[in-house]
T-cell receptor, first 111, second 116 residues
């Protein structure tokens, strides 16, 4: 079975500061990992994904994530936060054709 | 493509009533998923279909919940009778299974259900 754990349900950052959202996974097979973002009253939108190959994955809106097998982690970062980054972020793992999501991390951005 | 389309966006109903949520997946996608999102439990997979056939319904909470996919372009999630604890946002998502183990799911905007 596959699962992910997101560390921290809320993160508050200043505009222009680094955004770091933590995700650890558990998987009995090579994992396929995803980060999704959910803006208020919207559905989930894919930010980026890791399947195979390069462990540093770049996504939309300046986000990137690094797959670290030794640490079973897939943390999401953005060098400089923007007000529009305020949203809820979900880490997910695929163990076949279905996604298992973490509990989510809500990001607030302070002006 | 217009993406995954769900209707209605909002539904308020009285306890005991039947509720039907609708979903139109992206054309060409052969996997369809129903998720429920609540504050307490986060995002839970309820059921998913492949080529209109239910594959895994282990997430369906009770017999009051049922889902159908009569054709490749339409699915319903029905709750009968509804209860206040069913209040949640229900998401439909679709994906293509062409890339095995490499699923990217596209989500609809969700239906916010309130049972009073």
């Amino acid at each position: 079975a596959q699962s992910v754990t997101q560390l921290g349900s809320h993160v508050s950052v200043s505009e222009g500061a680094l955004v770091l959202l933590r995700c650890n996974y558990s998987s009995s097979v090579p994992p396929y990992l995803f980060w999704y973002v959910q803006y208020p009253n919207q559905g989930l939108q894919l930010l980026l994904k890791y399947t195979t190959g390069a462990t540093l994955v770049k996504g939309i809106n300046g986000f990137e994530a690094e797959f670290k097998k030794s640490e079973t982690s897939f943390h999401l970062t953005k060098p400089s936060a923007h007000m529009s980054d305020a949203a809820e972020y979900f880490c997910a793992v695929s163990g076949g054709y279905k996604l298992s999501f973490g509990a989510g991390t809500t990001v607030t951005v302070r002006a | 493509d217009a993406g995954v389309i769900q209707s209605p966006r909002h539904e308020v109903t009285e306890m005991g009533q039947e509720v039907t949520l609708r979903c139109k997946p992206i054309s060409g996608h052969d996997y369809l998923f129903w998720y429920r999102q609540t504050m307490m439990r986060g995002l839970e997979l309820l059921i998913y279909f492949n080529n209109n056939v239910p594959i895994d319904d282990s997430g369906m909470p009770e017999d009051r919940f049922s889902a159908k996919m009569p054709n490749a372009s339409f699915s319903t999630l029905k709750i009968q009778p509804s209860e206040p604890r069913d209040s949640a946002v229900y998401f439909c998502a679709s994906s293509t299974g062409q890339t095995l183990m490499n699923t990217e799911a596209f989500f609809g905007q969700g239906t916010r259900l309130t049972v009073v």
